[in-house]
């Protein structure tokens, strides 16, 4: 169910009127339903029913502690990328017995800061990055459990920004060498290579690919267990794509249960606890973002309605030409005619464009939109740009709102920067 609907003519968030809510704190900015990422983490946890399993939410869809905390309730472990992350799942009440932390790049201080923690598994994806984490581990008298990332060379068959399981891609090693490399990790002290990984791509909005991925990984972990390595964990990674209401989209989204089918088929008789990284589909369409229209303009051949929102607060149009559904926090009348309008931003950049041709009602300055399917790779890809503070995010839950991130002053901003000495003395050094 849609937890964004009309209520007396307007839009609400849950039983929240957005238009109270946008007078109250000011323009542009998110919101979150608490019960859409509930029942969303719900849902996907109720298809993997029968295997032993943990959902480890990936933040970086959304890092708002409070979503993370309304998560980490309903039990979800949390995948994370970045000593930042870490950081924020355990402050937000994550169980770091339910952490993994991916990622091709880690630091070893990341690597500290993780064993220290005690989390769940270290998703390796280079031989080099083994060596440094057998180090890290060795000094600490630890031994880490470990899960190396294989990439099966699948093609995901979703934007090429974001689909990393192709042999071309950076992510992981390639699966035919998974012998070699977990035959090196037996004889360092320091790692329990007793899981692997795959991840393949996000917005994935066919299945096929998925049981390529999973195949092959049941294949690898065949032969490694022939090989004498005792593989007790699959990380299946996340990437199920969500609808986003795109007239053009042929495909829609597969239902969770599907893919929950899937995973049971390929890997469901291997005996290994399984970990899935969801993070688009819990967060994606639990936020929205409201903005407010600053003017409408008569361009030669278009009408823009430029909005007090920016490609800098959700970059996803611009980057992916990703499309966003875009509608009027004020109900449309049965029948009201509409009128095809780019909706832009106020960024110097052609590609601050939210969407094109859009039939909207006839909007007015001081008029609310609501930007959907923003919960996920929203506020967390958001930039100060051109001078723009980040906006506020705000979480509901039924009539309650809070604001989870208030919004930064332009002044705040600036605290950030210092002169340089030279630079104060009036300018005569
Ligand atoms: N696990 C790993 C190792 C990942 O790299 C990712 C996403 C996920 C899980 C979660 O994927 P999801 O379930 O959210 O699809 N900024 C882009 C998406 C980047 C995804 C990066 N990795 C966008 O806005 O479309």
């Known amino acids: 169910m849609d937890h964004f609907q009309y209520r007396d003519g307007r839009l609400a968030a849950e039983e929240v009127d957005l238009t109270a809510l946008a007078d109250q704190i000011g323009t542009p900015f998110y919101c979150y339903s608490t019960a859409t990422l509930e029942r969303h983490f719900q849902v996907f946890d109720a298809a993997l029913q029968g295997l032993d399993h943990t959902v480890c939410y990936a933040v970086k869809a959304n890092s708002n502690l409070a979503v993370i905390a309304t998560l980490a309730r309903q039990g979800a472990g949390a995948d994370v990328v970045s000593g930042g992350e870490l950081t924020q799942v355990l402050k937000a009440g994550v169980a770091p017995e339910k952490v993994v932390f991916s990622g091709v790049g880690k630091t070893a201080a990341e690597m500290a800061q993780a064993i220290d923690a005690g989390i769940a598994q270290m998703n390796v994806e280079s031989e080099p990055e083994l060596a440094l984490l057998a180090m890290v581990a060795r000094d600490k008298g630890a031994r880490v459990p470990v899960a190396i990332r294989i990439n099966p060379d699948v093609d995901a068959k979703t ?5 990393t399981g192709r042999a071309e891609n950076k992510f ?28 393949i791509g996000s917005q994935l909005t066919d299945l096929t690919p998925y049981r390529d991925a999973y195949g092959r990984l049941a294949q690898v972990t065949r032969d490694l267990r022939a090989q004498g390595h005792d593989i007790r964990r699959l990380d299946l990674g996340g990437g199920l794509g969500i609808p986003y209401a795109d007239p053009a989209e042929a495909v829609s989204a ?12 390929m890997v469901g ?3 290994c606890h399984v970990t899935v990284e969801p993070g688009r589909l819990i967060a ?20 823009f309605v430029i909005v007090d929102a920016a490609m800098n607060d959700l970059l996803r149009p611009t ?26 931003g106020p960024v110097c950049e052609t590609g601050d464009t939210f969407g094109e041709e859009r039939h909207l009602p006839a909007v007015m300055p001081g008029d609310l939109l609501a930007i ?16 723009r503070p980040l906006v506020p995010e ?36």
Not at 254 to 265: M, S
Not at 329 to 343: K, L, M, N
């Open 159 to 163: 934007h090429e920004k974001i689909t």
């Open 172 to 199: 992981g090693i390639d699966w035919d060498r998974a012998p070699d490399i977990y035959a090196r990790a037996r004889d360092l002290d320091g790692i329990d290579a007793s899981g692997i990984a795959v991840h």
């Open 254 to 265: 597969p239902p969770p249960e599907d893919y929950g089918a899937l995973v049971r088929d």
């Open 269 to 271: 008789g291997l005996d």
């Open 284 to 303: 994606g369409n639990a936020g929205i973002l409201v903005t407010r229209v600053l003017y409408v303009k008569d361009g030669a051949t278009r009408r």
């Open 319 to 344: 980057l992916y030409d990703a499309y966003h559904a875009v509608v009027s926090v004020r109900e449309p009348a049965a029948g009201e005619s509409t009128q095809p309008v780019d909706v832009v």
């Open 372 to 387: 959907r399917s923003a919960g996920a790779y929203g506020a967390v890809m958001a930039s100060t740009y051109n001078g």
């Open 394 to 429: 705000v979480l509901v839950s039924g009539g309650r709102h809070a604001v989870v991130r208030r919004r930064v002053e332009a002044e705040e901003m600036m605290g950030f920067d210092a002169m340089a000495p030279w630079l104060t003395d009036g300018g005569a050094g």
